[in-house]
């Protein structure tokens, strides 16, 4: 049973950081992708950044390149997602996800979610 605990959201002013952390366990992640999606009230889950668990290879939505970055520990079955230059609308949940299939940046083929941590910019 694959398990993921998110960590670390937070209050945050406008271009301050935050490091988001996602605790995985229950699998060989091996052939997974890990992904970081984010939800604001009123709207869809959208894709923030992904990563493939073997090769390290990394995928962001355009509007947090540059600013945020995803890793993984594959010897503490950790993902994380750094977070700089935070804007207001970078406020959200934010989920950490697994999957086994598909793409790495759709919401629909991800198995796997943890419970969320609530990330608040302020302006």
């Known amino acids: 049973q694959v398990q993921l605990v998110e960590s670390g959201g937070g209050l945050v002013q406008t271009g301050g950081s935050l490091r988001l952390s996602c605790a995985a366990s229950?699998?060989?992640?091996?052939?997974?992708?890990m992904g970081w999606f984010r939800q604001t009230r009123g709207k869809e889950r959208e894709f923030v950044a992904g990563i493939w668990w073997s090769s390290g290879r990394t995928f962001y939505q355009d509007s947090v390149k540059g600013r945020f970055t995803i890793s993984r520990d594959t010897a503490k079955n950790m993902v994380y997602l750094q977070m700089n230059s935070l804007k207001p609308e970078d406020t959200g949940v934010y989920y950490c996800?697994?999957?086994?299939?598909?793409?790495?940046?759709?919401?629909?083929?991800?198995?796997?979610w943890g419970q969320g941590t609530q990330v608040t910019v302020s302006s």
């Open positions: 229950g699998h060989t992640f091996s052939g997974y992708a």
């Open positions: 996800a697994a999957t086994s299939r598909g793409s790495i940046s759709s919401s629909e083929d991800y198995d796997h």
